[in-house]
Protein backbone atom coordinates (compact mmCIF):
# COMPACT_ATOMS: atom_id res chain seq x y z
CA UNK A 1 0.00 0.00 0.00
CA UNK A 2 3.36 2.48 0.44
CA UNK A 3 3.65 2.43 -3.38
CA UNK A 4 -0.02 3.78 -4.07
CA UNK A 5 0.14 7.43 -5.00
CA UNK A 6 -2.32 9.80 -3.08
CA UNK A 7 -4.06 10.79 -6.44
CA UNK A 8 -5.04 7.04 -7.01
CA UNK A 9 -5.60 6.45 -3.31
CA UNK A 10 -8.04 9.27 -2.96
CA UNK A 11 -9.43 8.34 -6.52
CA UNK A 12 -10.38 4.94 -4.95
CA UNK A 13 -11.84 6.06 -1.96
CA UNK A 14 -14.26 8.19 -3.83
CA UNK A 15 -15.34 5.70 -6.43
CA UNK A 16 -15.81 3.10 -3.28
CA UNK A 17 -17.82 5.41 -1.61
CA UNK A 18 -19.95 6.30 -4.76
CA UNK A 19 -20.26 2.71 -4.93
CA UNK A 20 -21.50 2.09 -1.41
CA UNK A 21 -24.15 5.31 -1.44
CA UNK A 22 -25.48 3.60 -4.82
CA UNK A 23 -25.64 0.14 -3.59
CA UNK A 24 -27.33 1.41 -0.27
CA UNK A 25 -29.62 3.30 -1.94
CA UNK A 26 -30.74 0.89 -4.33
CA UNK A 27 -31.65 -1.69 -1.23
CA UNK A 28 -32.92 0.45 1.20
CA UNK A 29 -36.45 0.39 0.99
CA UNK A 30 -37.64 4.39 1.78
CA UNK A 31 -39.82 7.07 0.63
CA UNK A 32 -38.37 9.41 -2.23
CA UNK A 33 -38.40 12.46 -0.31
CA UNK A 34 -36.01 9.93 2.62
CA UNK A 35 -33.72 9.20 -0.09
CA UNK A 36 -33.13 12.73 -1.66
CA UNK A 37 -32.48 13.62 2.30
CA UNK A 38 -29.99 10.17 2.71
CA UNK A 39 -28.04 11.17 -0.94
CA UNK A 40 -28.10 15.01 0.51
CA UNK A 41 -26.03 14.07 4.06
CA UNK A 42 -23.85 11.36 2.00
CA UNK A 43 -22.59 13.73 -0.34
CA UNK A 44 -22.19 16.09 2.07
CA UNK A 45 -20.03 13.88 4.30
CA UNK A 46 -18.11 12.65 0.88
CA UNK A 47 -17.62 16.18 0.47
CA UNK A 48 -16.21 16.64 3.72
CA UNK A 49 -14.01 13.48 3.36
CA UNK A 50 -13.10 14.38 0.34
CA UNK A 51 -11.84 18.01 1.24
CA UNK A 52 -9.70 16.48 4.28
CA UNK A 53 -7.99 14.53 2.24
CA UNK A 54 -7.01 16.87 -0.45
CA UNK A 55 -5.63 19.40 2.36
CA UNK A 56 -3.51 16.27 3.16
CA UNK A 57 -2.37 15.35 0.45
CA UNK A 58 -1.69 19.34 -0.44
CA UNK A 59 0.65 19.51 2.55
CA UNK A 60 2.39 16.28 1.90
CA UNK A 61 3.27 17.74 -1.39
CA UNK A 62 3.95 20.59 -0.33
CA UNK A 63 6.47 18.89 2.70
CA UNK A 64 8.17 16.85 -0.23
CA UNK A 65 8.75 19.65 -2.82
CA UNK A 66 10.86 21.75 0.31
CA UNK A 67 12.63 18.42 1.14
CA UNK A 68 13.74 18.32 -2.72
CA UNK A 69 14.20 21.57 -3.00
CA UNK A 70 16.89 21.00 -0.32
CA UNK A 71 18.23 18.13 -1.93
CA UNK A 72 18.75 20.03 -5.10
CA UNK A 73 20.23 23.49 -3.34
CA UNK A 74 23.07 20.81 -1.60
CA UNK A 75 23.85 19.14 -4.25
CA UNK A 76 24.26 22.63 -6.38
CA UNK A 77 26.72 23.68 -3.45
CA UNK A 78 28.45 20.39 -3.54
CA UNK A 79 29.07 20.75 -6.88
CA UNK A 80 30.08 24.44 -7.43
CA UNK A 81 32.65 23.01 -4.19
CA UNK A 82 33.67 20.50 -6.28
CA UNK A 83 34.55 22.53 -9.49
CA UNK A 84 36.43 25.53 -6.81
CA UNK A 85 38.48 23.01 -5.63
CA UNK A 86 39.68 21.75 -8.90
CA UNK A 87 40.02 25.16 -10.10
Avoid: C
Avoid at 40 to 68: N, P, Q, T, Y
Amino acid sequence: MADIKGGEFLGGVVVGALIGAALGLMFAPQRGEETRQLVKEKGAELKEKVGKKAEELVASGREAIKEGAGQVVSAIKRGKAEVTEES
